[in-house]
C-alpha cells in the first residue's frame, strides 16, 4: 500500500505561481510511477502531468505544458508540480496518483493508478 498527501493549494491571483507537493509513505515510492490529475466542479477529472520511476521521462497535458514542471526526489518520497503563470481555469482539486507496477503505459489514464490522495484545492483568481 502506498499512502498519498498533497499540500501547497492555496488562493492565487492570475499570473502566479504555486509549489504542489505529494508525499508518500508506505510501499517504496520508487517503483511507480506518479501522476498530478485535476478535477474543478462540474468536470471529469484530467490528466495533467506525469513522470517516471527515474524520472527519466515526464509527460504533460498540452494546456499545462511550459507553465508547470513536474519532479521527484525518491530519497525523500516526494513528487512536486511548480505551477507558473496560472489562470483561472487551472482552479480545481489537484490530486496525486501512484500505480503499482511502475510502467509507462496509458500514463495519462487514470485508471492506470492505483492509489491516490485526498487532493488539494486551487484556486486562480481573476
Known amino acids: 500500500q502506498v499512502q498519498l498527501l498533497e499540500s501547497g493549494g492555496g488562493l492565487v491571483q492570475a499570473g502566479g505561481s504555486l509549489r504542489l507537493s505529494c508525499a508518500a509513505s508506505?510501499?517504496?515510492?520508487?517503483?511507480?510511477?506518479v501522476a498530478w490529475f485535476r478535477q474543478a466542479p462540474g468536470k471529469e477529472r484530467e490528466f495533467v502531468a506525469t513522470?517516471?520511476?527515474?524520472?527519466?521521462?515526464?509527460a504533460y497535458a498540452d494546456s499545462v505544458k511550459g507553465r508547470f514542471t513536474v519532479s521527484r526526489d525518491n530519497a525523500k518520497n516526494t513528487v512536486s508540480l511548480q505551477m507558473n503563470s496560472l489562470k483561472p481555469e487551472d482552479t480545481a482539486v489537484y490530486y496525486c496518483?501512484?500505480?503499482?507496477?511502475?510502467?509507462?503505459?496509458?500514463?495519462?489514464?487514470?485508471?492506470?493508478?492505483?492509489?491516490w490522495g485526498q487532493g488539494t484545492q486551487v484556486t486562480v483568481s481573476s
Open positions: 508506505g510501499r517504496a515510492f520508487s517503483s511507480s510511477t
Open positions: 496518483a501512484a500505480d503499482r507496477a511502475g510502467g509507462w503505459f496509458m500514463v495519462r489514464t487514470a485508471t492506470n493508478y492505483d492509489y
Open positions: 513522470i517516471s520511476r527515474s524520472g527519466a521521462r515526464i
